[in-house]
């Protein structure tokens, strides 16, 4: 039977969430085709934990010694959210370990944890998106050539980070310096984008069964001023799948959706974020590795669209399993 390492956990402040979607998936593996282990990756510690015990991994080959057996993995289920599971580090470590696993490879997952570069890579195939400026720590900041690409209110937020942490809505110039804290707090590069007045969709595009599939567009109905992380996880927010919008205007963003996917050459899951202006889904992020606790928007589309977790799960792995 194939030994999988749910992995989970990370550096940043998300690992919480990635305990929980760890937790999802280790439940949710087929036990007939596979034997799960929770590996657990944290700044000074990476170990895997077998009924309440906890033992050390081995990084000079993924490895750990259980009972004098040696415990090897044949596939990993990767479910950190930011670093280093979202962002290449561990999927460079994993290529050069000739170990298999689920999900896009370093440098996509370098690529797209990296909002600023996704976005002018994206710009180039004319996917539509917000004007935005690009800062990094040190810069001398000039508030009224910001202001004046683009405009008031705008937002600030980490170049590199998740799960809406070090976000800020600006509505004049006084509050710019709050966010820059904020912002830098998460990131030493931070981008500042238009504020776009429309529908947020958050639309999941994975492959199931060895084909692309668009899983939902749900909508995001925040009770705040943004979908921010309390909006996210704590309930302040509305999520409705399938989204209120038109035949037509679904259409679009599936269209939208699935060329931004295939543009990048994606594989596994992933979810990304529109705002509608006018008809027209602009781009806002995509996250290759999103939340996947039982209250995560992509679990919720999945169920939708009548595909169970385990089989989304099973799907996962059998693309990697040669």
């Known amino acids: 039977m194939k030994k999988v390492a749910v992995v989970m956990g990370g550096y940043s402040d998300e690992y919480k969430v990635s305990l929980k979607s760890g937790q999802l998936i280790y439940d949710s593996i087929d036990r007939d085709l596979y034997e799960p282990y929770k590996v657990i990756i944290l700044e000074n510690n990476w170990y895997a934990e077998v009924e309440g015990q906890t033992y050390e991994l081995h990084k000079g080959d993924f490895s750990f010694d259980m009972n004098g057996q040696k415990i090897t993995f044949d596939v990993i289920f990767n479910i950190i959210h930011g670093t280093p599971g979202e962002d290449g580090f561990l999927q460079a470590y994993w290529d050069i370990l000739g170990i298999p696993y689920t999900g896009c490879g370093h440098y996509l997952s370098a690529l797209t944890f990296n909002k600023k570069d996704t976005l002018a890579v994206l710009h180039k195939y004319d996917i539509p998106m917000?004007?935005?400026?690009?800062?990094t720590k040190g810069d001398d900041i000039n508030l009224d050539k910001i202001v004046e690409k683009v405009g008031l209110?705008?937002?600030v937020k980490p170049n590199q980070s998740g799960s809406s942490l070090g976000i800020s809505k600006v509505k004049t110039k006084e509050d710019f310096a709050k966010a820059f804290e904020l912002a830098f707090a998460e990131d030493n590069d931070i981008l500042i984008e238009e504020f776009l007045d429309g529908t947020e969709v958050s639309v999941g595009v994975i492959q199931y069964g060895g084909k692309t599939f668009v899983s939902g567009v749900t909508e995001i109905v925040s009770h705040n001023e943004f979908f921010d992380y309390e909006a996210k996880y704590h309930g302040a927010s509305e999520e409705i799948t399938?989204?209120?919008?038109?035949?037509?205007?679904?259409?679009k963003v599936h269209e939208v959706a699935s060329k931004v996917y295939d543009t990048l050459k994606m594989s596994g899951m992933s979810r990304s974020e529109y705002i509608i202006v006018d008809g027209v889904p602009h781009f806002i992020e995509m996250n290759t590795l999103p939340g996947?606790?039982?209250?995560?928007?992509?679990?919720?589309?999945?169920?939708?669209a009548g595909i169970s977790i385990k089989d989304f799960v099973s799907s996962e792995l059998e693309a990697k399993i040669v």
Do not use: V
Request: hydrophobic share 40%.
């Open 292 to 304: 996947f606790s039982p209250a995560s928007i992509l679990p919720q589309q999945l169920t939708h």
């Open 130 to 135: 917000a004007k935005s400026f690009y800062l």
């Open 242 to 251: 399938p989204a209120r919008i038109s035949e037509e205007l679904m259409q």
């Open 153 to 155: 209110p705008c937002f």
